[in-house]
């Protein structure tokens, strides 16, 4: 079984929903020029690709390619050029920061404090982030309400006050059209339009970010549950979508649990 087959289950008001994301995208790009897409390479961001190429809408795309990626998701850079025909921006880690990084810290610090975790997704996609939105008014994501908790509340548009390493301050707009979609809806909309996607996805990675701190999940287990599996669940992003401490908005950073106490053996799950 592959993910279309376990997946595809539109809701009763896919189509709806599709027409929602198109408009939403169509007014982003009138209002909010000029704009890029971050994609991940998961499932949601190859549909926002497709929504993008499908109707038109003039975007930038990037990926932020942190030196950590499975090999199937840097391959997908490559097969998503070659399916839609266009160039996708990717954004390294500054290598000597990096460098000294790993050299400080070791390849596996993340597994070792809250805080080393945090600064490795710094360096490798914060500060890249940063470089990317540079000179852009807005950005698309593929966040939906349905991923995890600490995502329920994600609007379709979304503004924020950042200030940059250089202490300039500006408005940032994120838009996120899949913002009502469902798992479903997105795996439905890919078998329809045959879009490329991840193989991990197959392999029951839900949700694929770095290699180190990706693994499998079981059928049940929440969505977001094979990311950072060894802290709590509050603490379950990088950065890109929470707060400039690593928190959401109003809560207090999330205790970190030691890895000895948890498993880092990714889990393959075999439906019967």
């Known amino acids: 079984m592959n993910a279309i087959s376990l997946y595809a289950k539109p809701s009763a008001d896919f189509d709806a929903k599709v027409a929602e994301s198109v408009a939403l ?3 982003a790009v009138r209002d909010y020029a000029p704009i890029t ?5 998961g499932a949601e961001d190859m549909v926002v690709t497709d929504l993008l190429q499908r109707h038109h809408v003039q975007s930038s795309i990037f990926v932020l390619e942190t030196g950590k990626l499975h090999p199937e998701t840097v391959a997908l850079i490559d097969r998503l050029e070659s399916h839609y025909g266009r160039e996708v921006d990717r954004y390294y880690p500054n290598p000597a920061a990096a460098a000294a990084f790993v050299a400080e810290n070791g390849e596996e610090a993340m ?3 809250l805080g080393l975790r945090k600064s490795c997704c710094d360096i490798r996609k914060m500060e890249p982030l940063e470089r990317a939105l540079a000179g852009k008014r807005a950005w698309i994501t593929g966040l939906r309400r349905e991923q995890s908790g600490a995502r329920a509340e994600v609007e379709f548009i979304e503004h924020s006050q950042v200030t ?3 202490g300039v301050e500006s408005t940032r707009t994120k838009i996120n059209p899949l913002a009502r979609w469902t798992w479903g809806d997105v795996w439905h909309y890919i078998a329809t ?6 193989p991990l996805h197959d392999q029951f990675f839900p949700s694929i970010g770095c290699a180190p701190c990706t693994r499998a999940v079981t059928l049940g287990e929440d969505f977001r549950s094979g990311r950072w599996w060894w802290e709590q669940e509050s603490a379950k992003e990088c950065g890109l979508h929470v707060a400039a401490d690593g928190t959401h908005e109003g809560e207090e950073p999330a205790a970190f649990e030691p890895l000895s106490a948890v498993s880092v ?8």
Do not use: E
């Not at 897409?37 to 390479?41: C, I, K, M, N």
């Not at 339009?193 to 991840?198: G, L, Q, T």
């Open 193 to 198: 339009n045959k879009v490329p996607y991840n």
């Open 111 to 113: 597994y070792r404090s």
């Open 164 to 166: 940059d390493r250089n």
């Open 265 to 272: 053996i990714p889990i393959r799950a075999i439906p019967n």
């Open 25 to 27: 995208l169509q007014r």
């Open 37 to 41: 897409q971050a994609s991940s390479l």
